[in-house]
DNA sequence: AGCACGCCGACT
DNA sequence: GTCGGCGTGCTC
């Protein structure tokens, strides 16, 4: 009713209504300005603008949501300052996307349009909008998806319903990358459906693993299947993406949806990219139909007509986004599938007990790959251990055998918690460890000759002297990757030995003899699988406190275990109990399940949400009152939390409470915020430079049930 | 964030 | 009487 300027010409919309690129929680609402007549026809939804905010003369960076006829704002409206670029960036539904994102997480809408909109590049732009039309793309052919019984995964496609899908284990090989069609530039458009020129070489058809032997290439089970599903549903012309935990998967699971998906219809999204190949890629990935595949910033990639969104293995904790509002992939695709209508796959080996939970909840469908073909484990717990070399190596007998034997004709694949040689070094006399004299952390070797170094902070640890005896000789303690292999050597003369952990990257190895080292989650791929696989270190990657070590340490051997070929055998060494009959029996969500009921008695996530509350005492004691009724359990805290970075006097708590109780509980921390953001001003006289913000919400962070990790560089 | 508005103490 | 301290609230 605000707006009484002169008529709409051409009966344009007049008002833009726009979301401000501000972190401050008060300024996260809709803001309407007035589209001035030189900007009509540009103003549009989607695009960047400049807008005056009163105070300050200051002009604000913003995007417009959408342009209604009549604001809602009572009062005189600014009018738009400036079009940054005619090209609409923000699609509708990732605005809503990240609105409900910003919503669970009580945080701040332009915090996720952070996340979810690369920068602007001014090149990208001009290119996209000089783009010639389209030739019709190439038709894509309808792959069953293979591994699943009577099309239950087709079925869940078609009918955009939601699954837990135990991945097809073993790497199965695909026929050759679907060939680039060569567009005439500048020509018209091709009949649609044509055969497909011959390839053109330029395009970025990876070189695959195994190539050269059979004209296929080698993928993991799960690539296979993501891929099919994409396929499928490109052909029904919706969009599919295709989320993975790093850059080795996104390589796995590219070379398999090209051999089935034309390259052009292809948007990669990867963190090594730059921002202009980002921009590119969103601004294609919105341009209609295609396969987005891409690591966890692709959940957020534009799709005009999202038909599928699949992750694999959600457990893996790159997808815990370290920025605000930290909000995790799955939950981000959870929304957006309820938004958008989606199908929704979450993929694994293992099965993590937020997934287990949906499933008992009847929300997932649990479905699980025809007539299993599952890794062969022999656990080997109660084994003795061999003597000699296999005996300083930790490998039992039968292991060892197995493992020989297998080395002669292939890669043997041998999984070790740590990187390096000596993962720890102790006192020589009074057995104290090592510690770094900077910054406390525990020393190490990265060689067998290596000076000690430490861990956390990399220092150097030169005169080394005991601080509880004085003593200046050092022991070293625990197997590193780069141990295991000097003692294989030995053990195994004239095999090859390849040592891959996080200092020295293998993607991949040939298919001739070797014996294979490497640190979760490093393993490299081979084609046609390893002839056999050992697992080494259970019990001490077992040690470690906090909710996720089992189910961390499950997914860890499961993905390992999936590497090996079909008929190989897995040895897990040293375990015994539910962990190694989960892994016998290939029923991983069974530990999920037992997992998921201890957490439900304790009122642990994620059998409950929680929310943590750092700050002045006030603020959060004031925080947890404002939250009523809604708590589950006793209130964790508040207990003060110490650190460099704290101000002193911080505290944190942590409430925990039901799902249920989501909308309402984030609704009132963020109100909270609000309210303390902009009555903060209390600075004490003189010597605080600047006061810290009174109150810090973060929901869902697993960190305080956490032991860091003391193992990792 | 910045900036205006407004309500109490010390001053010409 | 007025000036200005900074606590409080607002930004279309």
């Known amino acids: 009713m605000g707006s009484d300027g002169p008529d709409t010409p051409n009966g344009a919309h007049r008002v833009a209504r726009v979301v401000l690129d501000s972190p401050l929680p008060q300024l996260d609402r809709l803001f309407d300005y007035r589209i001035p007549d030189a900007l009509v026809d540009s103003c549009l939804p989607g695009v960047r603008v400049r807008v005056p905010l009163r105070t300050g003369n200051r002009i604000a960076d913003a995007y417009v949501v959408e342009t209604p006829d009549e604001g809602s704002f009572p009062g005189d409206l600014s009018a738009v300052a400036e079009v940054v670029s005619p090209v609409p960036v923000l699609a509708p539904e990732v605005w809503r996307l990240a609105r409900a994102v910003a919503d669970r997480a009580a945080g701040v809408a332009s915090d996720v349009l952070r996340l979810a909109v690369p920068p602007r590049q001014v090149r990208v732009e001009k290119a996209f909008l000089a783009r010639t039309a389209d030739a019709a793309p190439p038709a894509v052919a309808v792959p069953a998806v293979t591994g699943y019984p009577d099309g239950v995964v087709e079925r869940i496609l078609e009918d955009c319903g939601r699954a837990a899908l135990v991945a097809v284990a073993h790497p199965v090989r695909l026929p050759a990358p679907v060939p680039a069609v060569a567009v005439p530039a500048g020509v018209g458009s091709q009949p649609a459906g044509s055969a497909p020129a011959p390839a053109a070489a330029g395009t970025t058809a990876p070189d695959p693993v195994g190539t050269a032997e059979h004209g296929g290439s080698w993928v993991p089970g799960w690539a296979r299947t993501f891929a099919e599903a994409a396929a499928r549903t490109l052909a029904a012309e919706h969009t599919a993406i295709l989320v993975v935990p790093d850059f080795r998967d996104l390589g796995e699971l590219e070379r398999a949806v090209h051999a089935m998906v ?238 891959a952990d996080g200092l020295r990257q293998v993607d991949e190895v040939d298919g001739r003899p070797a014996v294979v080292v490497a640190t979760r989650g490093a393993e490299p791929a081979t084609p046609g699988g390893y002839a056999c696989v050992l697992l080494l270190d259970g019990e001490r990657m077992l040690a470690r406190e906090g909710l996720r070590v089992a189910e961390d340490v499950l997914r860890i051997w499961a993905n390992a275990a999936a590497r090996t070929a079909a008929g190989g055998a897995v040895y897990l060494v040293g375990i015994g109990g539910r962990l190694a009959t989960a892994m016998v029996t290939w029923r991983l969500d069974l530990p999920a399940s037992e997992e998921l009921a201890d957490r439900r008695v304790l009122h642990f996530p994620p059998a409950v949400r929680v929310a943590t509350l750092t700050g002045t005492e006030q603020a959060v004691t004031a925080a947890v009152e404002a939250l009523g009724d809604a708590p589950v359990g006793p209130v964790l805290g508040p207990v003060p939390v110490e650190g460099a970075k704290t101000a002193p006097g911080t505290v944190r708590a942590i409430v925990r409470f039901p799902y249920a109780h989501g909308n309402e509980v984030a609704a009132t921390l963020k109100a909270e915020m609000i309210r303390r953001s902009s009555t903060r001003r209390a600075v004490p006289r003189g010597s605080r430079r600047r006061a810290a913000p009174t109150l810090r919400v973060r929901l869902d962070d697993l960190e305080p049930f956490t032991e860091p990790r003391p193992d990792w560089p």
């Open 262 to 499: 034309p390259p052009e219809r292809v948007v990669r999204f990867d963190a090594k990219q730059t921002n202009g190949q980002r921009a590119k890629s969103a601004l294609l990935a919105g341009s209609g139909p295609v396969v987005v595949i891409g690591n966890r910033a692709a959940v957020y990639a534009p799709a005009a007509d999202l038909g599928l969104l699949a992750i694999w293995d959600d457990g893996d904790p790159s997808f815990m986004e370290p920025r605000a509002p930290y909000v995790h992939t799955r939950d981000v695709a959870l929304i957006r599938t309820v938004q958008s209508g989606a199908a929704l796959l979450l993929a694994a080996h293992a099965r993590s007990t937020d997934v287990q939970r949906l499933v008992e909840l009847g929300w997932l469908e649990d479905v699980r790959p025809h007539r299993a073909v599952v890794p062969r484990v022999v656990p080997t717990a109660q084994q003795t251990s061999a003597e000699g070399y296999a005996a300083q190596a930790r490998i039992p007998s039968s292991a060892w055998r197995a493992a020989r034997e297998a080395s002669r004709t292939g890669p043997v694949l041998v999984q070790v918690a740590s990187p390096g040689f000596a993962t720890g070094l102790a006192c020589a006399e009074c057995g104290e460890r090592a510690r770094c004299r900077r910054c406390g952390g525990p020393l190490g070797n990265a060689t067998s000759g290596g000076a000690p170094q430490c861990r956390w902070c990399g220092a150097l640890a030169a005169g080394f002297r005991c601080t509880t005896c004085g003593n200046g000789t050092l022991r070293q303690v625990g197997n590193g990757a780069q141990r295991t292999a000097e003692e294989l050597g030995r053990a195994f003369p004239g095999t090859r030995i390849v040592v």
